[in-house]
């Protein structure tokens, strides 16, 4: 059973960075499409950024673009998510899920997602 766990999120001012970590366990990862998803309060939760199982293919929703950066690395599995000029907009609950899917649609895991971590708060403000 693939178990995922959050980690890295915190307080951070308008224009900082943090790198959030998506540990897994119970199975290797190699095999998984992973996504970063948000919930902000109030709001639905909302997908933000999609790594195929090898890596190669890492799509962002558009609020994100040019600032957050996904990655994995299968031989430790981990998928990690980079954010950098952050703002108060992108404050939420971050969680990882786990698609039975190697591959991305669009910026997602295709569903179901099947996994998902505990979250990890992020909140942006000065």
């Known amino acids: 059973q693939l178990q995922l766990v959050e980690s890295g999120g915190g307080l951070v001012q308008p224009g900082g960075s943090l790198r959030l970590s998506c540990a897994a366990s119970?199975?290797?990862?190699?095999?998984?499409?992973i996504g970063w998803f948000r919930q902000a309060p109030g709001k639905e939760r909302e997908g933000v950024s999609c790594?195929?199982?090898?890596?190669?293919?890492?799509n962002y929703a558009d609020s994100v673009k040019g600032r957050f950066t996904i990655s994995r690395d299968n031989a430790k599995n981990m998928v990690y998510l980079q954010m950098n000029s952050l703002k108060p907009e992108d404050t939420a609950i971050y969680y990882c899920?786990?698609?039975?899917?190697?591959?991305?649609?669009?910026?997602?895991?295709?569903?179901?997602?099947?996994?998902w971590g505990q979250g990890t708060q992020v909140t942006v403000s000065s």
């Open positions: 790594i195929s199982s090898s890596g190669t293919t890492r």
């Open positions: 899920a786990a698609s039975t899917y190697i591959y991305c649609s669009g910026y997602v895991p295709p569903g179901p997602h099947k996994y």
């Open positions: 119970g199975v290797t990862l190699d095999y998984y499409a």
